[in-house]
Structure formats: structure tokens, C-alpha cells
């Protein structure tokens, strides 16, 4: 069973691994210790948010092994890094061999199908907030090609924000931006971490191809999920770019909504290892009608835990 709990520590802390369980130590007040205790096989992600958080080499490596991967959160309130299991992905060296031969044809046909639903679900998630620009986007879909050399996905991402937020500018560093920059962070984190469980290559992507970007395959896997974070983040009001903990525990909970793959409901986290493993099967079989993406769901938390 996959863990399902999202631990966020934003106090000085200590962490420790025993007997199976995920002990943490904090110091509220002086000489006055709390410990907070969790089952490592309940875990799913540890965000570390405050200062002066340590964690021992041996409790990093039982994390590992169990697949709980632990994100770093930088000065600017996004996360810097995160830790990830080696040992899953060195020992699959067939899948990532098998993923280095794939051809630009079934490249072109994954990225394609990514887009399609990418768009279908910007449409739908306009649909959800009661905006306009659904019909637009969805006589979009079928103009997209393998490879998407036209590239319908941007012309259709440069739509679909102008409906979604008025004068949104993707680059510019203002609060709205910082709410879907954090939001992507968190869901990109966890494709990270199933692509490297998976015995993947996470820098060989199928169309992203940046030189210095470890997790091009990530960056690819990522799109359909977006406006699963753009239904959250749209009613987040923020005035600043630092983002509050309320905010960011709401964006950080992204995970465990609803949504609907491989014709069943599931949580979000869910979701994105049956894309993954899917995507095993696909390139396996050379086939990329194999691959389930993801329908976006009016906003519902199927598992709520929070610490």
C-alpha cells in the first residue's frame, strides 16, 4: 500500500526513523521537547518548510527505501530540492534502456495525447469556475497534431489564462503566479519521485529536451495535472508572493483530490502513479494509446490528513 500522509514541518525539528516509525521532535518552548510519531508505510511526502530542521543520514535512507519522498522548501517559499529513492532506478536498467530507445514517431504520438488532454481539461476547469472560453478551447483539441508542430498547446495555454485570470502574465513574479508555481511544485515533485521509482531516466523526456533539466520527463508528465491546480489556486487570494501556511497546505492537499483515471475515481497522488505505470506499459508495448491521463473532477478531497 502506497503511503497517504502529507507531513509538513515548519518548526526548528528533529528527525528521526525507529522501529519503523517517523519520530519528530520539535522544541516549541525552551527545555520543553514535543514528538510527533508516524507509521513510515502511512507516509507519502515530507515538506520541510522552517529553519534548523535536521534529518540523519540513516533516517534519509530508511525514507528512501519506504518511497517517501522528502521536498526541501527554499527562502522563497517553493521548493528547492527533494530526496528520492536511487536504488529503485539503478536496478531497472531495462525500462530505462527501453525509454532511451523510443522513436520520434511514438514520441510525437505520447506528446500529442498529453496535449489533447492538457487542453480538455483547461476547458473543463473553465467549465468548473463558471467562465467562459470552454467551447474555444475544445474546437482546439482536435487541431493537435503528433508533436504538436503547430503548437496548439500554447496558442490554447495563451487563451485559456486570459479567461482564466485577465492579464495574467505566466512569467511575471506576482501572487497569482506564486500560488501556481507552488501548486505545480508539489505535483511535479511527486511525478519526479514515481518516474525515479519507476526505473525511469527523469532528464530524457519525450518532447521537452532542456540540456540542464534533470526532470524533462517530469516536465512532459506534469500537463494534463495543471488545471487540477489551476481549480485550487483560482480562489486563493493572495497580496503577496510569499505565500501564508493556510495557503500553502491548501495547494500541498492538491494531492489527494479527486480525480478520474483509467475510469475510476482516484486521488490525485494515485492518479499519477497509474499514469506512470502506464506509461511503463506503453513504451514497453510501443504503444501509446496504452498511456491513461488524467479528468479533472469538481474539487473533492477523497483522503483529508493533515499534522
Known amino acids: 500500500m502506497e503511503g497517504f500522509r502529507i507531513l509538513e514541518i515548519t518548526q526548528p525539528s528533529e528527525l528521526h526513523v525507529t ?12 527545555k520543553k521537547k514535543r514528538k510527533l510519531s508516524v507509521p513510515l508505510e502511512d507516509l507519502e ?19 528512501s527505501e519506504n518511497k517517501v519522498g522528502l521536498v526541501i522548501i527554499g527562502k522563497d517559499y517553493m521548493p528547492s530540492s527533494i530526496v528520492l529513492p536511487y536504488d529503485a532506478n539503478v536496478r531497472n536498467a531495462s525500462i530505462a534502456k527501453t525509454q532511451l ?16 488532454k492538457k487542453i480538455e481539461n483547461q476547458a473543463k476547469c473553465l467549465t468548473l469556475l463558471g467562465l ?5 478551447l475544445m474546437e482546439m483539441i482536435p487541431q493537435v497534431n503528433p508533436d504538436d508542430p503547430e503548437n496548439i498547446e500554447g496558442l490554447a495555454a495563451k487563451f485559456y489564462f486570459q479567461q482564466f485570470h485577465p492579464g495574467l502574465v505566466r512569467r511575471n513574479d506576482d501572487p497569482i503566479n506564486s500560488v501556481l508555481n507552488y501548486g505545480y511544485a508539489i505535483v511535479r515533485n511527486t511525478i519526479i519521485r514515481d518516474v525515479v521509482c519507476a526505473g525511469f531516466y527523469p532528464a530524457i523526456g519525450i518532447h521537452h529536451e532542456g540540456p540542464f533539466n534533470g ?5 512532459d508528465l506534469i500537463e494534463p495535472w495543471r488545471a487540477m491546480v489551476d481549480v485550487v489556486a483560482h480562489d486563493i487570494v493572495s497580496s503577496q508572493t510569499n505565500l501564508s501556511r493556510e495557503q500553502r497546505k491548501q ?6 483530490n479527486a480525480c478520474m483515471i483509467n475510469g475510476e475515481k482516484n486521488t490525485i497522488s494515485n492518479g499519477i502513479n497509474i499514469m506512470i505505470q502506464s506509461f511503463k506499459t506503453a513504451i514497453e ?3 501509446a494509446e496504452l498511456i491513461k491521463l488524467p479528468d479533472i473532477l469538481p474539487v473533492e478531497k477523497i483522503e483529508v490528513i493533515s499534522e
Request: aromatic share 4%; proline share 3%; charged share 20%.
Open 19 to 30: 522501529a519503523n516509525q517517523l519520530t519528530v521532535e520539535q522544541e516549541p518552548e525552551p
Open 45 to 63: 511526502l515530507i515538506i520541510c518548510t522552517g529553519a534548523n530542521i535536521r534529518v540523519s543520514t540513516m533516517a534519509l535512507s530508511v525514507l
Open 101 to 116: 530507445n523510443m522513436s520520434s514517431e511514438i514520441k510525437g504520438q505520447f506528446w500529442q495525447k498529453i496535449v489533447q
Open 132 to 136: 467562459d472560453g470552454t467551447k474555444e
Open 215 to 219: 526532470f524533462n520527463l517530469a516536465d
Open 251 to 256: 495547494l500541498t492537499l492538491v494531492l489527494h
Open 285 to 287: 508495448e510501443n504503444n
